[in-house]
């Protein structure tokens, strides 16, 4: 054996990841956020550490108060003019600014295809530039807004969607709490 080589083999290394996942689990059990996963689930150990290790960044953001308003991404003159005052063309360019705005910053904005401009502007306006959360910390993690809530009775993009939840409420399979 040349010291070039590992001399631990695969199975010390998948064990040593899964102590090192076990104590990631406890460090979040610990912080209140993790009840004892065990396995990951059955991902595979490699998969799973990288989940605790994005569970802790978060968590670190958390603490340090790192909440904002997804409104701030935006220069504080930035202008969001109401729907009824723009053409077509300048909703749709309006739109793709906004949205390179927001991808920029690791935020989302993925409706259902075919939503009307005018809608996914609005619900823009309405619900994703109010809300606060942690975003921004990491170059892989994204905040994503897909406009659903699950009460497919009452959802905008129920025109536009072919989920099959939408059919489970039509036959009044989906209880209040769901």
Known sequence: ????????????????????????????????????????????????????????????????GEEREVRSVFP?????????????????????????????????????????LRLVYQYILRNVLPVRDWFGGSPDSRLVFDGCDGNCPYCFQRAYCDVPGEADWARGEHSSEQ
Not at 95 to 102: C, V
Request: charged letters at 35%; a negative charge; glycine letters at 8%.
């Open 1 to 64: 054996m040349t010291g070039d080589e590992d001399w631990r083999d695969d199975e010390d290394q998948r064990m040593d990841l899964e102590l090192e996942n076990r104590a990631l689990e406890h460090e979040l059990t610990l912080r209140g956020a993790v009840s004892g996963h065990g396995d990951g689930g059955g991902a595979p150990p490699e998969i799973y550490n990288q989940f605790l290790r994005h569970v802790i960044e978060f968590e670190d953001r958390v603490a340090a």
């Open 76 to 116: 504080p003159v930035y202008s969001f003019p109401d729907v009824d005052t723009m053409t077509p063309e300048q909703l749709e360019r309006k739109l793709d600014e906004i949205e390179s705005i927001l991808e920029q910053n690791g935020i989302v904005v993925e409706l259902r295809p075919g939503v009307p």
